[in-house]
């Protein structure tokens, strides 16, 4: 039942409207954007898509500070 749900929800969502403001409102957010509001949603897993945005954050910074402090 859970396949047979997502899979329709997936068909549904590549037929959608192509075009229009919808699409163009959508093309306006940035991967980041987007991962962050996944990452707020009640969507089953998507706290990991937060957890993850956090842990490459973190690697971020330690490459920022490796690369400051090398001569």
């Known amino acids: 039942m ?3 749900l ?3 929800l997936v068909l549904l969502a590549a037929c959608g ?3 229009g403001s919808g699409a163009a409102a959508r093309d306006t ?7 962050s509001i ?6 089953p ?8 945005m956090r842990a490459a954050d973190s690697a971020s910074a330690r490459v ?8």
């Open 6 to 8: 997502i899979a329709s």
């Open 45 to 52: 897993g998507a706290s990991g898509v937060g957890s993850a």
């Open 64 to 71: 920022r500070a490796t690369d400051s402090v090398s001569p």
């Open 17 to 19: 409207r192509s075009g």
């Open 2 to 4: 859970t396949r047979s």
């Open 29 to 35: 957010l940035t991967e980041r954007q987007r991962d």
């Open 38 to 43: 996944l990452a707020k949603s009640q969507i």
